[in-house]
């Protein structure tokens, strides 16, 4: 069994309280999902992992969903996965950062983040899986519940800025 870490203690404990007593949503296998992505991107490398064939990092999500459809099989799953778990970081925790993304020299300009996170979610639910991933159903109820993820994510992040003593927000998006 592996121990937990400090920082996925800290952020299952987050989610925790923001879902369930903030929001009044009780779905543990949900929260713990959300929970566990916060954990992967604080690290950069895992919010921007996905590569297309030639090795090459893509940090658009208009290049991710691209490559989603050129893959088959648990790696199509996995990349569509990928596609809303991004999309549900940038609307969730840095909605801000939206407008900078999608600008005029961005391939994502024209692209609705929540659609296309609904979507990839809704795929990556219906791909059968490995026995280690995240199941159908919490993929599904993802794609169901994207805005609601995401106003949680939102919430989750004013209680990270709130616990900075000096009123400065405390970035967790480490290079």
């Known amino acids: 069994m592996e121990r937990p870490t ?3 203690r800290f952020f299952f404990g987050l989610a925790e309280s923001t879902f369930q007593t903030r929001l009044g949503v009780a779905d543990p ?7 566990e992505l916060m954990v992967r991107f604080v690290r950069s490398d895992a919010v921007y992992r996905v590569r297309d064939l030639g090795g090459r990092r893509l940090e658009e999500l208009a290049d991710m969903l691209i490559e989603a459809n050129q893959r088959v099989g ?3 799953r996995e990349v569509h996965r990928h596609v809303g778990d991004f999309a549900l970081f940038w609307t969730g925790v840095y909605p801000e950062a939206l407008e900078r993304r999608q600008g005029k020299l961005s391939k994502d300009q024209l692209l609705d983040y929540t659609e296309q996170g609904k979507r990839a979610y809704y795929i ?4 059968p899986a490995e026995e280690n991933a995240p ?3 919490v993929l599904q109820r993802l794609s169901e519940q994207f805005e ?3 106003f949680g994510l939102r919430e989750l992040r004013k ?3 709130a616990r900075d003593d000096d009123g400065t927000p405390q970035p967790f998006l480490l290079n």
């Not at 296998?29 to 929970?35: K, N």
């Open 124 to 127: 990556a639910s219906t791909i």
């Open 29 to 35: 296998p949900l929260i713990d999902y959300v929970a």
């Open 148 to 150: 609601l993820c995401a």
């Open 135 to 137: 199941q159908g159903e």
């Open 6 to 8: 400090t920082l996925r």
């Open 74 to 76: 648990d790696a199509r």
């Open 159 to 161: 209680e990270l800025e």
